[in-house]
Each structure stands twice: as C-alpha cells, then as structure tokens.
C-alpha cells in the first residue's frame, strides 16, 4: 500500500547529540510536511518543501533543519537537541498543483523523540 | 497564536449515543476544514472534510457542520462505537498560495464506553 513512513518509531538521544529523523513516501507527492507534536498540544508546522523548495515557518528555531535529496524522502536534523525538543514528530505528505490543493495531507506514524 | 481551538480536550460517551465534537476558528481566510482521527502510536488518518461554501457534510456515521458566522465547526458521530475511541483533530487551511498548510487545534480524546 502506498503510504508514509517514518523511521525510527522511537528514538532517545542525549542533550546536545544531533539527531536525524527519516520520513519516506510511496504517493509521489510533492509536498512534505515536518510537524513537532508535545504532549496535549496541537501539532506545529516546523517547515514543508513544495517540491524542491524549502518553506521554514518563522518561529521554527534555526536547531531545526531539513533536507530532501528527492521526491521520495525528506530528513529532520536537529543539531543539538535540548529537553524540550522531546515531542512526536510528524512526517506528512500533499499533493498541490498549481498552488491549490484539494487533498488532505497524509501522516506517517510518526517518531516519538525523547532527550535525556 | 492558536487560531484553530478545541476547547474540550475529553468527552465521554455510551456506546451506541451520539459524540459530539467542537471545533472553533478565529481566521476568516480559513475556507476548508478537516477532521483527523488519531489512535495510540499511529499517526492522525484523515477522517471527513468540509468546503467553506458548504454549511454541511456526511460521510457515514460521521458528520460535520460548519457554522461560518460563529467561526464553529462540529463532528457528529452517530452511532458511537468503541473503535472510535481515539483522539480526534480538527484542522483548517486558508485560502491563498499557502492553502495547503494545516492549522490544527489540540484535539479531543473521546472514550466510547460499552
């Protein structure tokens, strides 16, 4: 089934060890989503590409980066983790032509991030 | 700035009742709404949609009305089953070439009792 993945599902890294969140999708959409999630609260918009181009959300801290080597797979790097970057992580995709969508965005599983 | 609020973060129901889930919105540009429905260790799946130009939309036990005057929306669920214990987003995207970004609210976890 096509669908979006999201590796690992659990991940615990140490305060300030950079850390690499994967996200792969089969629906050859062009528009990938990361969405930071804590506890209780609604999920934030970090950043999407639209195809190649990247579209960082203006209160997305500058220790958040991501990359997209192609259509398929697009990368969470966060450079020096601090305690409370421990949150879900949500990979989503859309598909949007022409600056429209109609379409509602696709979720993977997510990757439930712990510092320590 | 939260501009998509669900401003009861529980509801408990019998099952077979009706669940009735709130959604409220303060950007007029917002002109289509979502609901997501997410269970424990998955990620949110798309439940059911509306267009600004519609007031309602029914998709099998679950509908949604949109209110555009009082900047509401609500999920009916009729009947509730106990698999439909989950928490449940409302999400809403503006009009403009950045319609395709998501706003969503903080959910609301529904517990269907049997």
């Known amino acids: 089934d096509a669908m979006v993945i999201q590796n690992p599902r659990y991940q615990v890294t140490q305060f300030g060890k950079p850390v690499t969140l994967s996200c792969s999708q089969t629906l050859n959409h062009n528009v990938m989503y990361w969405y930071q999630q804590k506890s209780s609260q609604a999920p934030k918009l970090l950043f999407h590409?639209?195809?190649?181009?990247?579209?960082n959300e203006a209160d997305t801290p500058d220790n958040f980066q991501s990359r997209r080597p192609n259509t398929s797979f697009c990368f969470l790097d966060i450079r020096s983790p601090g305690l409370g970057d421990t949150a879900m992580y949500l990979c989503a995709t859309s598909r949007v032509r022409w600056g429209r969508s109609n379409a509602e965005a696709f979720f993977g599983q997510g990757t439930r991030l712990t510092v320590v | 700035d939260q501009q998509v609020k669900q401003n009861s973060p529980s509801l408990s129901v019998q099952e077979g009742r009706i669940s009735i889930l709130n959604c409220d919105y303060t950007?007029?540009?917002?002109?289509?709404f979502l609901w997501y429905k997410k269970y424990p260790a998955e990620g949110p799946t798309f439940l059911i949609s509306?267009?600004?130009?519609?007031d309602k939309n029914e998709d099998g036990r679950f509908t949604v009305f949109l209110n555009k005057s009082a900047k509401h929306l609500s999920l009916h669920i009729v009947p509730s089953q106990p698999g439909d214990s989950a928490v449940y987003f409302c999400a809403a995207r503006t009009r403009g070439p950045n319609d395709y970004k998501l706003s969503f609210g903080a959910g609301t976890t529904v517990t269907v009792r049997a």
């Open positions: 590409y639209y195809d190649k181009d990247f579209n």
């Open positions: 950007n007029s540009m917002f002109d289509y």
């Open positions: 509306i267009s600004s130009i519609k």
